[in-house]
């Protein structure tokens, strides 16, 4: 998702729906990437990680998809639940460097 | 897992006055420290970067004096606020992580800080 000013994207779901969040990379050279969690007041919570060899990860309930192509990533989370209500961010490590940088962040929002 | 903890979680104060944020890894010895700032809504924007017992590095836009930070021991990192105003105001977090190649950042949960 892009957000634009102050106004993070937002998905909101049904509790045991499947969820999709999506995150566009500019950089080329990144290939290392990282999906986090973040509830309100805390810090970024990691989730799942892929490197750019691969296309798809998978982990529980929660999959991630590469596509070095267009540079899009997604995160699906399978049979969502309340408690996955938070901000979702991307992360991209640009190879040969240890920073990272941070997409925009999507809200997901499920309700019971 | 790994921990980091931060304190201050929370901290209000009058503007001018400085403030300092520690960040401690619990359970690993942190080689490098990252602090971020992320105002609302937003996401985390890179302030600097330390490597214990060197200097901060600071990214572009970031004053060095405005935002001190010490790395002097492999568990501590500090950032102080000097002379803070109101729009210093911000969620600031620190992460941590140890020496080697793809080694994860391990974040810790944030500190407040309002400057009134």
């Known amino acids: 998702g892009e957000s634009v000013g102050l106004h993070l994207p937002t998905l909101s779901v049904q509790e045991g729906d499947n969820s999709i969040i999506n995150c566009a990379y500019s950089?080329?050279?990144?290939?290392?990437f990282i999906w986090y969690k973040q509830e309100s007041g805390k810090g970024p919570q990691f989730i799942i990680d892929?490197?750019?060899?691969?296309d798809k990860r998978q982990g529980q309930r929660v999959t991630v998809l590469l596509n070095k192509t267009v540079k899009h990533l997604s995160l699906q989370i399978a049979a969502t639940q309340p408690g996955d209500s938070a901000v979702y961010f991307c992360?991209?490590?640009?190879?040969?460097?240890?920073?990272?940088?941070f997409g925009k962040g999507t809200m997901l929002l499920v309700s019971p | 897992g790994a921990v980091v903890s931060q304190h201050p979680s929370r901290v209000i104060c009058k503007s001018g006055t400085s403030v300092k944020i520690e960040c401690r890894s619990l359970?690993?010895?942190?080689?490098?420290m990252f602090w971020y700032r992320q105002f609302p809504k937003q996401s985390l924007m890179l302030m600097a970067t330390?490597?214990?017992?060197?200097?901060?590095?600071?990214e572009q836009g970031v004053e060095k004096d405005k935002f001190l930070i010490n790395h002097a021991s492999l568990t501590l990192s500090t950032l102080t606020v000097t002379s803070a105003h109101p729009e210093d105001s911000s969620f600031y977090i620190c992460?941590?992580?140890?020496?080697?190649?793809?080694?994860?950042?391990?974040f810790g949960d944030g500190t407040r800080l309002s400057i009134l």
């Open positions: 992460s941590a992580r140890t020496r080697g190649q793809g080694q994860p950042q391990h």
């Open positions: 892929i490197r750019s060899n691969m």
């Open positions: 359970d690993f010895q942190a080689t490098t």
């Open positions: 330390s490597n214990e017992g060197s200097k901060a590095t600071y």
């Open positions: 992360a991209e490590i640009i190879s040969g460097y240890s920073t990272l940088t």
């Open positions: 950089n080329s050279a990144s290939d290392y």
